[in-house]
């Protein structure tokens, strides 16, 4: 599925493939300024496997932002659900809708394929959740608890 968008300069999201991984590794660098562990090649090559859930933003030929997802039922005991696993918006581009542009794709996807939630986790101090706020997100019927060894 492809769509078209403009976004200030002409955005137009479309679903990822193996050639978007160094760009998703650079925006991800750029984003945490070093080479983030949780995210490389291989886990990349596991969300393409569904490239109806894994969007890119584009601008110029050059990928700007992506957003990678899945469908999973069994944690928790829960029901299935749509997961927002990872978003990376260039610095540059921050602030100028593209997020936004990834999360209606998405969306628009989880809705086509029958999903009925979706669901983001983030640490609850992360700036990332006033963005998924500001887009209708609410605390679900999660609860982390942890114990350091």
Sequence with gaps: MERSLEINDNVRIRPL?????PSILEID?????????????????YYLRNPNLCWGAEASGCL???M????????FGLSEAGWIEILGVDPSRQRKGVG?????A??????????????????????????????????????????DL
């Design 100 to 104: 936004r542009a990834l999360l209606t």
């Design 68 to 75: 990678l997802g899945d469908i999973r039922g069994w944690e």
């Design 17 to 21: 493939s193996k050639e978007d991984i």
């Design 106 to 147: 998405m969306i628009d996807e989880f809705k086509n394929l029958g999903v009925k939630t979706v669901r983001v986790v983030a640490r609850w101090y992360d700036p990332i959740l006033s963005f998924f706020r500001a887009e209708g997100f609410e605390h679900g019927e999660l609860l982390s608890v942890q114990k």
């Design 29 to 45: 660098g750029k984003i945490t300024a070093a080479s983030r562990s949780s995210l490389d090649r291989e886990k990349i090559n």
């Design 64 to 66: 700007i932002g992506f």
